[in-house]
């Protein structure tokens, strides 16, 4: 048998998440099934992180395994003509019987994006959080810096989180800002990005923190109160849930 | 009676078009559906640009005249509450009655976006063109030069193309690239923007000349060749229309 790594993008909207679910159709049973229909036998696909439902990819990685011939450079062409316009795969590579796209895992960096606008934006529709009021930059970075490194963030897990560890360690956190329009295709508005690197993330974990750091930036909670939270280690205390919608899986580390 | 002007953001995949056609649903009879629920009286909206299907707006601009007391600014957040996702009116004022978005306006500028890259990319998917070589920026900007200027544009025009004069100006048109990738979240590939500016423009003229630029970007035409083609006054001569997915109005001069 061979081994092959795919990486993945898709616009999540449509999906009920990575997982498949007995409510709606999942990225993996759209991808494994146009694997399937293209390879003529069945496949287990496994993906290195299970996005929620409305959470999109720029770089999923997942593996398979198959008895087919085909180059590891021809699934990626041959899927695409078969995955609807959402899902794409931008890459794959043969790799050692050894490697498993969860468990070998070393990191991942998430992305979440956020517009700050006074009028909704059609073109960022499903793909950011919009907030009408402004974000304090220089509040957000201070509160987050707590955060870094190996912490219990029961306060940022969801409750419904099947984790039996919810240690964790965060390696960096970045909050950027730049204008919407570009020199040409103008708009009015702000797009704030968080950026998350770590070992692994629980369950609404990233979404959680985020929901807090907004709170930060509107100067409803202070540094100290991110501490507090943190240390508390109950859902309860940390601020509301940011939509799934801004949140974008960004890269995979092995 | 008082006249309000609206500025319009649309994604135009899902419409006919801005204007009424017996075949689906417009983006003008979106909103004047939505303006009508909100003034409870029957709305005559006029927009600048009769934009295509599938073609989109950052800034489309649109009038209509009204017996509401509502204050300019309430149709904003009145009618985007109304409003599907893919549609948001971003600006509205009280203008003089001499108004008018179609007559009264000066000049337009659209913006054409392509996307370079080995694999199509589900978050420009209906907003971007996708081509998979490479293009000479150089030999695009060399080629657009001999169509600045006043020009009869017969050459460029829909076959169905309505206008009695096929003269028009075009005041500036820029070509740039830049990488698909900001510096968190990452894609492959290259993201080229034409913009054009004029007077006006015929039915298909700006598509059609990015089909003939693209032509001279991929090395398959000269500039002398755009320049033959543009004086043989037939349509036959130049490129193919590029598809409407990539072009966006992105502002209307008055």
Redesign the interface.
């Known amino acids: 048998m061979r081994k092959i790594k795919l990486r993945i993008?898709?616009?999540g909207t449509r999906y009920v998440g990575w997982q498949e679910q007995p409510n709606g159709v999942s990225v993996q049973a759209t991808i494994r099934d146009a694997l399937k229909r293209m390879v003529g036998e069945e496949v287990a696909l496994v993906g290195a992180s299970r996005t929620d439902a409305g959470v999109?990819a720029?770089?999923q990685v997942a593996h398979f395994e198959t008895e087919s011939r085909v180059p590891a450079g021809g699934f990626?062409a041959g899927v695409?003509s078969i995955l609807p316009?959402?899902?794409?795969?931008?890459d794959a590579e043969e790799v050692p019987e050894g490697f498993h796209a969860r468990r070998s895992s070393k990191g991942k960096r998430y992305?979440y994006?956020i517009l700050v606008s006074?009028?909704?934006?059609?073109?960022l529709?499903?793909?950011a959080w919009t907030l009408r009021n402004a974000l304090n930059i220089d509040s957000m970075r201070a509160a987050s810096a707590c955060l870094l490194g190996e912490h219990d963030f029961s306060s940022f897990r969801a409750s419904g989180c099947g984790s039996r560890d919810s240690v964790r360690t965060i390696t960096r956190i970045?909050v950027?800002s730049r204008p919407l329009p570009h020199?040409?295709?103008?708009?009015?508005g702000e797009i704030v990005?968080l950026?998350f690197e770590g070992n692994g993330f629980l369950r609404h974990m990233i979404r959680n923190i985020v929901g807090t750091l907004v709170d930060a930036g509107h100067g409803r909670l202070s540094s100290d109160d991110i501490q507090r939270i943190l240390l508390a280690k109950k859902r309860i205390e940390a601020g509301r849930c940011a939509p799934a919608s801004g949140l974008?899986l960004?890269?995979v580390f092995y």
């Open positions: 993008m898709y616009d999109h720029v770089a990626v695409n316009d959402d899902i794409a795969v931008t992305v994006r006074r009028s909704r934006n059609p073109f529709e499903g793909r970045e950027s020199e040409m295709l103008s708009g009015e990005e950026l974008f960004a890269d």
